[in-house]
């Protein structure tokens, strides 16, 4: 398991999550995005491309090895420095208050300690920082989440701990984040995959 998580899993994601579809999801979350930035999750950088032309610094916290090293030419093409600073999002090496803003993207599904790491986004944006996220979670239609509570034990086998029936709008809310903007709708896909999430909120210091 171990080897397919480390070596084959970061290129299934990479494909699967570099859809153009989904790349426009990716331009509409990042926008607004500027200064220093810390993003949980970066993966092979497929948010690279959206980063508005204000995005100064990237601080990249991603556990995967393979995915890091996909991630390489996306950096190469991208203007913005990048900096790989950490694996895990529960525990992220950096001062408090030293971001202006943070992103996460389909990443909230999976971090096991998601709370301790929405706390630690929040300790290293500045006061009105913002956390912009694009995350996928529990329908509010009962069939679709009566669904997605029998996946979800193969979905989190199959894609590292990926839970199908978190509310990411809820998480944030709760680690003390304040909702500014919150969209939430079915993407292209099949329904238990495609219930999509995408909204800014405000550390109020």
Not at 54 to 73: C, G, N, S
Request: include cysteine; charge should be neutral; glycine fraction near 8%.
């Amino acid at each position: 398991m171990s080897l397919y998580r480390e070596r084959v899993l970061p290129h299934l994601i990479d494909r699967a999550c570099g859809t153009a579809d989904l790349r426009r999801w990716r331009v509409q979350v990042a926008d607004g995005l500027a200064g220093t930035v810390v993003e949980i999750g970066f993966g092979s950088g497929l948010n690279m491309a959206a980063y508005p032309a204000a995005v100064q610094r990237v601080f990249a916290v991603e556990p995967a090895e393979v995915a890091r090293r996909l991630a390489q030419r996306r950096i190469d093409d991208s203007p913005i420095q990048v900096e790989h600073i950490g694996l895990r999002g529960e525990s992220i090496p950096l001062d408090d208050a030293s971001c202006d803003g943070a992103l996460s993207t389909f990443t909230l599904c999976t971090i096991p300690g998601v709370e301790q790491a929405l706390a630690e986004v929040r300790r290293v944006l500045k006061p009105g920082g913002r956390l912009h996220f694009l995350e996928h979670g529990r329908s509010p239609d009962a069939t679709v989440a009566k669904w997605q509570h029998r996946i979800e034990p193969m979905q989190k086998r199959l894609a590292d701990g990926c839970h199908l029936t978190r509310d990411p709008a809820a998480l944030v809310e709760a680690a003390g984040f304040r909702l500014e903007r919150v969209e939430s709708r079915y993407a292209k896909g099949p329904k238990p995959w495609s219930w999509f999430t995408e909204g800014v909120a405000v550390n109020p210091g």
